[in-house]
């Protein structure tokens, strides 16, 4: 450790010379102690504070000493292990199932509510994100790209109902073997246009499951083979409610309504596929979900090596000094040593702000 105004450091003379005031003192006192225990006769044994009042002005003391060192500017080189990052492709169900109620406001809003605060958790330095929306067929939305504006700017525009019209047959399917292809299919052009990175390849599937039109288990056979990790996030209740329906027409009978639900096992049986984890918006807070997610992930990125960063540590003796300030108050006996603790407060707070 080393210091960056290590001309501060002769200050330190001041609470060295009162820690030691303080030990002749604290000797003193045990010395009157046990005089005093000697010559007074009580029925009962007695118990004198080992400190007493001097346990206020060690905690000062101690305080003073931090605020001194933390004026030097310590820092430190640390070692950390870098890895080589995420790239994470959102496949977001935009079936007409997604309109239903059962969670509010709908399935929809509910999910891209979630994914603005994933899109939110990540840092954006070693993180890429892109977007794909899918029913009976895929719909690209957002590239792999590390600029959270372009990501935000479509997903603000993808309103308060999916794209995809209910006046098309195509939109009621949930076509999740289709989303995992395009998604494959992104990962090539992303390879085609910068390069093969070594960033782990990550698919997050945001669907209620319902009505698959074509075979899942062989584009998870092909995410496998590329290394990609499926990871599941089911919307909806199991519950379930009634899909909205086009108004019927004029002299024509009204449609049966239909019924959907979350589809908890089979999405369950993707994400383990998958080599991923499954995981429902409302079982926790979206940021914890988030942030799961990433964790996890992030566990089997490729390591690219060692970075060695200089790291401030004067944070940690403030954090110190507002400690014993705060334990000081315990042992505060008189209004005189409120007034010092007030004191040493507004020169903790003066060191941060010259600091900072």
């Not at 599941?232 to 309504?257: K, N, Q, S």
């Not at 079982?283 to 997610?293: G, H």
Request: glycine share 8%.
């Amino acid at each position: 450790m080393s210091f960056l105004a290590p001309l501060y450091l002769w200050l330190l003379a001041a609470p060295a010379l009162l820690l030691v005031v303080w030990g002749r003192q604290a000797l003193r006192r045990r010395r009157d102690a046990r005089r005093y225990a000697v010559r007074r006769v009580l029925p009962f044994r007695e118990r004198i504070a080992a400190a007493g009042d001097l346990a206020f002005w060690l905690c000062l003391i101690l305080a003073l000493g931090c605020l001194v060192l933390a004026l030097a500017r310590p820092h430190a080189v640390v070692t950390r292990v870098r890895d080589a990052g995420l790239d994470i492709i959102v496949l977001q169900d935009g079936s007409t199932s997604m309109r239903v109620t059962d969670v509010a406001p709908d399935r929809w809003q509910r999910s891209t509510a979630w994914l603005r605060t994933f899109a939110e958790t990540l840092s954006w330095t070693d993180q890429r994100l892109a977007l794909a929306l899918f029913a009976y067929r895929p719909a690209p939305q957002v590239r792999l790209t590390s600029d959270p504006n372009a990501f935000f700017f479509f997903l603000e525009h993808l309103g308060e109902a999916p794209p995809f019209r209910l006046e098309d047959d195509t939109s009621w399917d949930t076509n999740i073997e289709e989303g995992i292809f395009w998604g494959i299919k992104m990962l090539d052009v992303d390879e085609d246009l910068y390069g093969r990175r070594r960033s782990a390849k990550v698919f997050v599937v945001v669907s209620d499951g319902q009505a698959w039109s074509g075979e899942v288990e062989r584009a998870l056979e092909l995410a496998r083979d590329r290394g990609v990790r499926i990871y599941v996030v089911g919307v909806g209740t199991t519950a379930g409610g009634i899909i909205p329906d086009l108004p019927p027409r004029r002299y024509a009978p009204p449609p049966e309504p239909i019924h959907s639900s979350l589809d908890r096992r089979s999405l369950r049986s993707i994400a383990a596929a998958g080599g991923g984890r499954y995981y429902e918006l409302g079982t926790q807070s979206d940021q914890l979900l988030a942030l799961e997610i990433l964790s996890d992930a992030r566990q089997f990125a490729p390591r690219t090596g060692v970075q060695e960063v200089v790291e401030e540590l004067y944070w940690l003796l403030l954090a110190a000094a507002a400690g014993f300030v705060g334990l000081g108050t315990m042992f505060i006996t008189d209004r005189m040593q409120l007034w010092w603790q007030l004191a040493l407060g507004l020169g903790l707070l003066a060191v941060l702000v010259r600091l900072t």
